[in-house]
């Protein structure tokens, strides 16, 4: 079933919404970052510069109950930018009601618009109900992540 949702731009007075839904976030992910970490992301976040991180979130009556993180980049490959979905939410209680869908919809729509070519994104392996939709909008690739901490 779907839901009567709005997308738009994280704006400043967004914020303590916004990182009580980050923290979620990275709690699904079993990971933390600093109040400093905080600080910047959110700073980058609310810049609005195309070159910075972006955040679009998904609200019902008001209430954020979503968000979407993203940058665009070079990519080395094509004379053209790419997007990098970082981070896709959504609060438990709205999942499977075609909000994650609306905010990668989203993401892709502002890339194309801006010229963006293409938008890409990794997940856990675990993450099993975002892989379902994941496999319904795009195509998986044989591409293996490492990472040198």
Same mark, same amino acid.
């Given at each position: 079933?779907?839901i009567?949702v @709005?997308?738009? @731009?994280? *704006?400043k007075?967004d914020?303590?919404r /916004?990182?009580q &839904?980050w923290?979620?976030y &990275?709690s699904?992910?079993k990971?933390?970052?600093?109040?400093?970490?905080?600080?910047t992301?959110?700073?980058?976040l609310?810049?609005h510069?195309?070159?910075?991180f972006q955040c679009i979130?998904?609200?019902?009556?008001? *209430? +954020?109950i979503g968000? @979407?993180h993203?940058l665009f980049?070079?990519?080395? /490959? @094509?004379?053209?930018?790419?997007?990098?979905l970082?981070?896709?939410?959504v609060?438990p *209680?709205?999942?499977?009601?075609?909000?994650a869908r609306? &905010? +990668?919809?989203?993401?892709?729509?502002h890339? %194309?618009?801006?010229?963006v070519?293409?938008?890409y /994104?990794?997940?856990?392996?675990f993450?099993y109900?975002g892989?379902m939709l994941?496999?319904?909008?795009?195509? %998986?690739t044989?591409? +293996?992540?490492y990472?040198?901490?």
């Amino acid at each position: 079933m779907s839901i009567d949702v @709005s997308i738009r @731009s994280l *704006e400043k007075f967004d914020h303590e919404r /916004w990182k009580q &839904l980050w923290t979620d976030y &990275l709690s699904f992910y079993k990971t933390s970052v600093s109040s400093a970490v905080y600080k910047t992301a959110f700073q980058r976040l609310v810049s609005h510069d195309l070159k910075e991180f972006q955040c679009i979130i998904a609200e019902v009556d008001g *209430e +954020i109950i979503g968000l @979407s993180h993203y940058l665009f980049h070079r990519n080395l /490959w @094509s004379m053209r930018d790419t997007c990098y979905l970082s981070d896709l939410f959504v609060v438990p *209680e709205y999942r499977g009601k075609g909000t994650a869908r609306r &905010l +990668i919809q989203k993401v892709a729509q502002h890339a %194309k618009g801006c010229g963006v070519e293409g938008v890409y /994104w990794m997940t856990q392996e675990f993450n099993y109900k975002g892989r379902m939709l994941y496999d319904q909008i795009a195509e %998986k690739t044989p591409f +293996i992540v490492y990472e040198i901490n």
